[in-house]
């Protein structure tokens, strides 16, 4: 059973646009998402997050929205660079001591 | 040290040989998670420690795998017998408390043929 879901496997978008990278996860308990960035050859990095009490996060070009009703979230990144041509993982947990539940990934491509 | 450690970066081992992996965490860093990445799969959580105690191994695929902490900093991941399924990265991740972000290593990457 798959509790978060990121059913596009890929994204390409061109360079200063906007990408959106979806994330559906199935587990109500969880009350805290994060999304990881990572690169070939090396671990994930952290790049935001978001609490179940709020609906957006913002932090530079990037933004997470959370719709909890639909069970829902999405990342956004405005404008899109090349340097954010990674794999991006949705994550969530349900509180203190738990583990990271991730999804499955997105390749983000930006085209120059 | 400034970041999660892990070694060695890549194992190749025959079906039926032991493996250990290390992961030395950020220091003062409480929780210690280690997790399992198969080819284009997000990663697959393994166990989890806080501090030396091993608080949850729900994520253990078989008794062929085991960790330890013994000193609640260097955590080890021993595969016994290994199959070609263990082929994977093996990510240990670490934060400071035992809520909040993770921060992972680069992985371990384990070839069984």
């Known amino acids: 059973d798959q509790q978060v879901k990121q059913n596009s496997p890929s994204l390409s978008v061109q360079e200063g646009r906007i990408s959106i990278l979806n994330c559906d996860y199935t587990n109500s308990m969880f009350d805290y998402f994060l999304w990881y960035k990572k690169y070939p050859a090396e671990g994930p990095t952290f790049l935001i997050s978001?609490?179940?009490?709020?609906d957006k996060n913002e932090d530079g070009r990037f933004t997470v929205f959370l719709n909890k009703s639909a069970k829902h979230l999405s990342l956004h990144i405005v404008p899109s660079q090349p340097g954010d041509s990674a794999v991006y993982f949705c994550?969530?947990?349900?509180?203190?001591?738990?583990?990271?539940?991730f999804g499955k990934g997105i390749t983000l491509s930006v085209r120059p | 040290g400034a970041g999660v450690s892990q070694s060695p970066r890549y194992k190749v081992a025959k079906r039926g040989q032991d493996v250990a992996l290390r992961c030395d965490p950020i220091?003062?860093?409480?929780?210690l998670f280690w997790y399992q990445q198969a080819l284009g799969q997000g990663p697959e959580f393994l166990t989890y420690?806080?501090?030396?105690?091993?608080?949850?191994k729900s994520g253990l695929p078989s008794d062929r795998f085991f960790a330890e902490r013994p000193e609640g900093s260097v955590s080890t991941l021993k595969i016994q017998r290994t199959q070609q399924e263990d082929s994977a990265v093996y990510l240990c991740?670490?934060?400071?408390?035992?809520?909040?972000?993770?921060?992972f290593g680069e992985g371990s990457r384990l070839t069984v043929l």
């Open positions: 978001i609490s179940s009490i709020k």
């Open positions: 420690f806080q501090n030396e105690a091993q608080l949850d």
């Open positions: 991740a670490s934060r400071f408390r035992t809520t909040g972000e993770l921060f």
């Open positions: 994550a969530g947990t349900t509180g203190a001591n738990s583990k990271l539940t």
């Open positions: 220091s003062g860093h409480v929780s």
